[in-house]
């Protein structure tokens, strides 16, 4: 993200000790950014995401889900009127509840053929990349959430995104945070670490900086998500503890059966779900704190083109 070439081999401190998830980490010496080097072949990303990678919610879930869109919408700014752009728009959903916010919704970027297939579902078209859409072609809002993470050339996606906030436009990104106290501790338990999808990890300094370079202004990070930092801490406390990476994850959004883990597997999930009433508010105020204190697990980055 910084230009330089001077790098350091990290991979022993995040080691998870499962080697479907341990791949080879190094460091920048200079910008501090976390990264997958090499870069794993598409093939080996592509058979990380399954068919059902962004599952299906109902009751309690659909709600929060519903309450999570609304507080990406605020953050967004106001819409209604306006062209949005979510780059990394998976099944479309944010660009569904958009819409129904009175915005002008023309098209997502989803590379994934089953992001795009939901998308279409919800009568959304998508494009598979930004070289898709029109040449020259900007919007009052641009959003990626927890997308640069999964570039293989982070540098490479801001320019293509700045090229495509319109003048007053505002561009919005959310990120996990690997120089976080959630994953200093939490190392390859950490829930977001989530390798191979997840390749590179720049610092929110970093990332603000690229951007500013590329023309835009700094309008404020937020230090504390409550859609991804109570539960990403959660699930990193239960990894760390536990021997099922994610269980509970997975049968909370997956919808894996509990007949489908093992013995050992079922009683965390079992565990992870009655102890949920009790551990879940706890994490929100943990998450909550040391958001204040700018270590939770996640950023969000809030640029605007003058």
Known sequence: MCGGDA????????????????????????????????????????????????????????????????????????????????????????????????????????????????????????????????????????????????????????????????????????????????????RGSWFHLDLPRHLVFPPADVLRRRFEALGLRHVRTHRFSIEYDPYGLLQTVLNRFGRRHNALYHRLKRKQPLASFDRRGRIEVVIGLVTLPITAPLAVVVAWLLGRWGRAGTYTLVMERP
């Not at 728009?89 to 958009?98: M, N, R, T």
């Open 7 to 186: 790098v350091v081999d990290v991979s022993d401190r995040w080691r998870s000790g499962d080697p479907l998830r341990d791949f080879p980490l190094a460091a920048c010496r200079g910008c501090e950014t976390l990264f997958v080097d090499p870069i794993p072949s598409p093939d080996v990303i592509a058979a990380s995401y399954p068919h059902d990678f962004y599952g299906e919610r109902a009751g309690a879930t659909k709600g929060l889900e519903d309450w999570f869109l609304r507080r990406r919408l605020a953050l967004a700014g106001s819409v209604a009127g306006r062209r949005v752009l979510d780059v990394g728009s998976g099944d479309g959903k944010f660009l569904h509840a958009a819409a129904a916010a009175g915005a002008r919704v023309t098209a997502g970027v989803e590379p994934s053929t089953v992001g795009r297939t939901s998308a279409a579902a919800l009568g959304l078209a998508t494009v598979a990349g930004l070289d898709d859409l029109p040449e020259g072609d900007e919007f009052d809002v641009v959003t990626l959430w927890h997308v640069v993470e999964h570039a293989a050339d982070p540098a490479q996606l801001a320019a293509a995104v700045a090229d495509r906030v319109a003048p007053g436009g505002r561009l919005v990104l959310a990120l996990p945070d690997a120089g976080s106290a959630e994953a200093r501790w939490g």
